[in-house]
């Protein structure tokens, strides 16, 4: 189980290459309140002085701390000079110390004094965070390697603060318990929760935001600080036996170097014997489980522990991504060497797709609404359809236009039979209405044609996506086809209607004759009772005044042309007839005309404007773009196609690898 942790190590260094952290990694992370005691803690696990020191916020952005356990130099020069040892990947030739760092913003750079690491610490959060305390949440990754230290994989983040200091803004406090939570949230994070002893428990902060997000404590650790440093008289006992907080994976006490330790540069060696003896006399009971040393052995054994128990998950979600990222890779295609066959295979498919799109038989089929051929369709027979069907054959025509009609046709002479004329008039008059909603079916039609050419590029031709001039030439290409056929087919569509106006057939097979038509009113009004109705009213106008007209006042001029005309009146009962018998006829002619009109617009939209655009579409857009003097100009990929790329394949040589170092483990490795 010793191998886990390098293992995750290695992990973590191969997805940093790709400036990217899709998998979460198990590793310990240091909670606590600013000045705590977090720095003093991580020291003693290394046994060396490397963190900044200072009063205030020190910590001001995370600190990836990666401690590496390597033989000690005598070792290691017995290894390279192969003396009965073979040499190994792990003898690291060429470095002549024990102890060693290295950053990963400076990878070529070995730091054998830890001074030197301490000022590169504060260097590189100065770069990013500015000289005057503001924080920031980019890492520092830091590698050290030594004889002294078990391998661990811990996050030091800047201490839990209250107020504003320097530069930092007044929601520091909001600002530094978010960073905080980033870390923590991750399921494969242990808690390494810091709480000096001389505070009170149940005011720590760092347990509140570990309990936030591990509510059953199954990943907190809790580490005591300062037990030197409690009021006389009082001891932390209660507390390190968890009888005040309970908290699951364990209560480690320490005692951390006081600053006249710092200032007269005590070691980390003599700070450990007099922790021991610390606890010792004051807690002997608890002395073997607690101190700097077995703190560094629980660590070690519970992040071995929970390496091993996330291993699975982790396998298999390196396996899921590894998958997704292959199909992202292969959807951005291989850059462009033949120019020429790549242009006509993007055409040739995306006229293919259009065309499939329209005839149903398209790969990409939306669920959520009707889209190509199945739009199409319902504008013809749903749409066009119902609307022509509300069309009332006699809408807008009242019994007094008929009646207008019939004696505008016979001029000055009175008719004895409803002239042919009126019926003419009237019904071509009808027929017009069917043309608004004819020509609006051809303009549906056109608009849905144009919705084909997003669908296809969003949808069907994911290749075309990679080149923005070619695909906004094609769209200008199709555009331009079906603009020059919409009026076409406007005029066909009209021409259809003039068509039916230029001629009325009272000779079709489905018309009522008019003498039909003519006997059947009279046979239901009575030819009689009409006569008779027809004589009394004949008689009562020749008695009665015109409607209308007066009397004319003695010596006063009569202007006709001045009377108003009455809006309605009640008609005779021949007026009647001749009325019924129009409106008859009219029906009957308009509703053949309808039915004609219904079937024989949507065939000349298919003629005219569909099936011309699927059988023109390729030859065109050949024409138009297989030109030598466009093809490199239409083939450059956007600039955002090749990060892409080159971000993905990136990414999936960094999960090849990580899934080659996982196979590595093998299963007596977890035991």
């Known amino acids: 189980m010793e191998t886990l942790i390098p293992i995750i190590n290695r992990l973590q260094e191969v997805f940093l290459t790709v400036g990217a952290e899709i998998i979460q990694l198990p590793q310990i992370v240091v909670v606590g309140s600013q000045s705590s005691g977090k720095s003093s803690v991580l020291e003693s696990l290394v046994g060396r002085d490397f963190l900044p020191r200072g009063s205030g916020i020190v910590t001001r952005r995370p600190l990836v701390l990666q401690l590496v356990n390597v033989p ?22 060429g470095i002549k110390a024990d102890e060693w760092g290295t950053f990963l913003h400076s990878k070529n750079q070995i730091f054998t004094d830890f001074l030197e690491i301490r000022k590169e610490i504060e260097e590189e959060t100065e770069r990013s965070s500015g000289g005057n305390k503001g924080i ?15 391998n661990l994989t811990l996050v030091d983040l800047p201490g839990i603060t209250k107020v504003p200091v320097g530069d930092q803004p007044e929601d520091i406090e909001a600002q530094v318990q978010e960073m905080i939570l980033s870390f923590i949230s991750n399921p494969n994070s242990l808690i390494l929760s810091v709480s000096p002893a001389n505070s009170d428990l149940a005011t720590s902060d760092a347990l509140k935001l570990a309990r936030e997000v591990d509510q059953d404590g199954r990943r907190t650790l809790l580490v005591v600080s300062k037990l030197d440093l409690m009021d006389a008289g009082t001891d932390a006992l209660e507390v390190l036996l968890g009888r005040v907080i309970p908290v699951r994976l364990g209560i480690v006490g320490v005692v951390n170097r006081s600053q006249h330790d710092i200032n007269t540069q005590k070691s980390i060696e003599d700070t450990a014997r007099d922790e021991q003896a610390f606890l010792q006399r004051h807690y002997p009971s608890l002395a073997s489980r607690c101190g700097s040393r077995y703190l560094a052995r629980t660590l070690s054994r519970l992040l071995m522990h929970h390496i091993r128990d996330c291993l699975p998950e982790l396998k298999r979600r390196v396996t899921v991504l590894s998958a997704q990222y292959q199909a992202r890779l292969s959807s951005y295609g291989q850059p462009v ?38 739009r199409i369709c319902y504008i013809f027979h749903e749409t066009f359809g119902r609307t022509l069907q509300s069309i009332d054959p006699l809408g807008g025509l009242t019994e007094l236009d008929i009646l207008t009609a019939i004696r505008n046709a016979t001029g000055p002479r009175p008719a004895l039979f409803v002239p042919e004329i009126s019926f003419e008039l009237l019904v071509k008059r009808q027929i017009k209405r069917l043309e608004e909603p004819s020509l609006r079916c051809v303009e549906l039609v056109h608009e849905e044609l144009q919705r084909i050419i997003q669908h296809c590029s969003s949808y069907s031709t994911q290749e075309l996506l990679r080149f923005p001039k070619l695909h906004d030439s094609i769209v200008e290409v199709v555009t331009s086809l079906l603009r020059k056929r919409l009026p076409i087919t406007n005029d066909m569509v009209h021409n259809l209607v003039q068509i039916e106006l230029a001629y009325i057939n009272t000779k079709h097979p489905d018309f009522t004759d008019a003498a039909q038509v003519s006997a059947s009113v009279n046979s239901q009004q009575g030819l009689q009772d009409g006569d008779k109705c027809w004589m009394n009213e004949k008689v009562a106008e020749e008695k009665a005044p015109v409607a209308g007209f007066s009397s004319p006042v003695k010596g006063q001029a009569i202007n006709l042309l001045d009377t108003a005309v009455p809006v309605s009146r009640k008609l005779s009962a021949r007026e009647q007839r001749d009325c019924e018998v129009i409106q008859r006829l009219i029906k009957c002619y308009f509703l053949i005309v309808r039915k004609s009109i219904q079937d024989s617009v949507p ?3 298919m003629h005219f404007l569909v ?15 297989y030109k030598q003097n466009l093809l490199q100009g239409l083939l450059i990929e956007s600039q955002d196609t090749a990060q892409q790329r080159t971000e993905v394949a990136q990414m999936l040589e960094a999960l090849q690898k990580a899934s080659n170092i996982i196979s590595e483990i093998r299963e007596t490795h977890l035991w």
Do not use: M, W
Not at 136 to 150: C, D, T
Not at 611 to 625: A, D, I, P, T, Y
């Open 72 to 93: 000690p130099l005598a070792e290691r020069r017995l290894q390279e000079n192969g003396n009965g040892v073979k040499q190994n990947a792990n003898s690291y030739p």
């Open 337 to 374: 060497e033949d120019h020429s066959s790549t242009l006509l295979q993007i055409v040739t498919k995306f006229a293919s797709d259009y065309c499939n799109t329209i005839e149903g038989t398209a790969t990409h089929i939306q669920t959520s609404e009707l889209c190509g051929g199945a």
């Open 611 to 625: 099936n011309f655009v699927k059988e023109r579409l390729q030859s065109e857009l050949v024409g138009q773009l």
């Open 603 to 605: 065939k000349t939209v």
């Open 136 to 150: 920031s949440p980019e890492p520092i990754y830091l590698k050290i390697f030594s004889p002294h230290v078990l």
